[in-house]
């Protein structure tokens, strides 16, 4: 099926607004992305039709609220391949999955002089919580280094385990580099250890096809935002046998079964670590969006984005003095890059004048800076609206940078 | 003259690509180091206080040309003042970036006030301000990195 990715960009409003008197070219979409009309609707029609408090009501607007939402659990189920819906457990992104893991399964497992393995790319999202749990436990980070193009060296990973290892947290794609890891390989050498593996899929989820099972991974994170769906929700995907395992996160309404002042006992998966009323708009949305995406095929999305990023390598490579950080052979839609003589920050307010939003800064990611001894780099990253005459764009804004520092 | 090029006009490039008083004062009797975590900026400003003025100050670090044009400027205009002149130069160009042109204002800054332009640009007064929180700090002796956050 031949996808007209031109078209669908028509489906994005907010693609059609103008930023300092310019058409707006949008290119930092690992940051966040623009939402198709479709899930504005879909947000829209749950205020003005169904909304209603979800798993208590006994009348009719609170079972149609209940159903839309788990309807939404069932489509992101499917969509990632997981063997059970309530292995699904909403939370407000990928941060708040990847701490739940590290407070709930990381403080009830780890004891002083365990170990956790993470890697030099993640994001601080990924790094911060379990520097906390260390804290908590006594527990100590292990960090995967990198090569110069921003890849895991598989023996190196090999090597940090020990009888100490207790668990393994890593990047499925990298926010500031765009490195895709083997996770497949890297999930199959923790469970030769008996370790238990969390992949922080926020990079990944929304470009390319993921399916769970089949990279066995134990815990996978997501957020709505970055995946075309509504800010403020997210996804911890984790195995039942885990999740069942673990002691619940936040205390609170609906992750109870029964409460009194002697005992609680908590309620069934995926309740019990949902307290409180969850965002129950951003959950439909989040499904439309999945839905959104299933129809025009990850495969599809994940050959555009390709076709994006080699187009865009090509292009930026041949700017005199441009350097590009995180040349990994396997990469999603991101490219990282350091002009010679100016700061990424005037790049960006440069190019933002032309139009043209990219991220400049450390991306959340300064271990990953340290690493290449660069403060900063300018970040272009595409989404599923973008095409070869955005990049163009860049690049003619990159000229524009490079006149005034002429 | 557009917000951009009033931005990054002549003096200001000029500046950010030859920073004058760079380098360290390996006689300054101050010196604190200054560090913007958003965008990774990071300078150290050395001053040599004698009889309550700056004789000397020189910085050195890297960042982005706003930030660095700045610190670049500061040196030039704070050499010789006393602690109250830099104190009212300091407010006098604090509001002069936040809040943009003004006449009076920019007639006391002299070559400071090339850096109006910032006021257009929010996400940019971190930049141009990092030297000078950094200078003030490193006058009271404080012992913490000084950070824009």
């Known amino acids: 099926m031949t996808i007209d990715f031109d078209k669908l960009r028509g489906e994005f409003p907010l693609l059609k607004e103008t930023t300092r008197g310019k058409p707006l070219i949008y290119l930092d979409n690992s940051a966040t992305n623009q939402k198709p009309q479709v899930v504005i609707d879909a947000l829209n029609h749950y205020y003005c039709h169904d909304n209603a408090n979800i798993h208590r009501g006994v009348y009719e607007l609170s079972e149609r609220a209940t159903r839309e939402f788990e309807k939404a659990r069932v489509e992101i189920q499917t969509f990632i391949n997981a063997a059970h819906s309530h292995e699904i457990i909403f939370v407000r992104g990928a941060t708040e999955g990847i701490n739940l893991v590290a407070q709930s399964y990381g403080r ?12 030099t790319m993640e994001h601080h999202s990924n790094i911060v919580p379990w520097q906390m749990l260390t804290e908590q436990v006594g527990a100590k980070l292990r960090v995967i280094p990198i090569s110069d193009s921003g890849e895991i060296d598989i023996d190196d990973y090999k090597k940090l385990f020990n009888a100490r290892t207790k668990m393994v947290a890593i990047a499925h794609a990298s926010n500031a580099l765009g490195t895709i890891n083997p996770i497949k390989e890297m999930a199959a050498i923790a469970h030769e250890h008996g370790v238990p593996i969390l992949v922080d899929g926020a990079q990944a989820f929304p470009h390319m096809p993921v399916d769970v099972q089949d990279l066995d991974c134990d815990f996978y994170v997501f957020s709505s935002h970055k995946a075309y769906g509504p800010t403020g929700i997210g996804v911890l995907y984790g195995k039942e046998k885990l999740l069942e395992k673990m002691p619940p996160y936040q205390g609170g ?8 002042f002697t005992k609680t006992t908590y309620n069934k998966l995926p309740f019990k670590f949902e307290a409180g009323t969850p965002d129950i708009a951003g959950v439909i949305g989040f499904g439309v969006a999945v839905k959104y995406l299933k129809a025009i095929g990850m495969q599809n999305i994940a050959a555009h984005e390709q076709d994006l990023l080699v187009y865009g390598t090509q292009k930026l490579s041949a700017i005199p003095g441009l350097k590009i950080i995180g040349t990994a052979k396997q990469k999603v839609g991101v490219i990282s890059f350091v002009l010679e003589g100016v700061h990424p920050h005037d790049i960006g307010t440069i190019l933002d004048d032309e139009g043209v939003a990219i991220r400049a800064g450390h991306h959340c990611a300064m271990p990953v800076m340290e690493r290449y001894h660069i403060p900063a780099t300018v970040r272009a990253s595409f989404g599923l609206y973008n095409t070869n005459a955005d990049i163009d764009a860049l690049v003619k804004g990159i000229m524009a940078v490079k006149k005034v520092f002429a | ?38 965008c990774g900026d990071r300078l150290t400003v050395y001053i040599l206080e004698q009889a309550g003025s700056i004789a000397k100050i020189q910085f050195v670090g890297c960042g982005c040309a706003i930030s660095v044009a700045s610190a670049s400027l500061m ?7 006393s602690q109250a002149e830099v104190n009212e130069i300091f407010n006098d160009f604090h509001q002069l970036v936040t809040l943009g042109h003004d006449a009076v204002l920019e007639e006391k800054l002299g070559k400071l006030a090339v850096l109006a332009g910032v006021a257009e640009f929010p996400a940019r007064v971190k930049c141009a301000t990092l030297a000078w929180h950094t200078l003030k700090a490193a006058l009271a002796d404080d012992a913490h990195t000084v950070s824009t956050e």
């Not at chain 2, 040196?75 to 003042?81: D, S």
């Open chain 1, 253 to 260: 309404g609906d992750m109870i079964e029964s409460v009194s």
């Open chain 1, 108 to 119: 009830s497992q780890l004891k002083a002089d365990d170990e956790i393995i993470i890697s």
């Open chain 2, 1 to 38: 003259m557009s917000a951009l090029r009033e931005l990054y006009q002549q003096v200001i490039v000029d500046h950010s690509k030859q920073p004058r008083n760079f380098g360290a004062l390996d006689a300054a009797n101050h010196s604190k180091e200054g560090f913007n975590p958003l």
């Open chain 2, 75 to 81: 040196t030039e205009v704070l050499t010789g003042k």
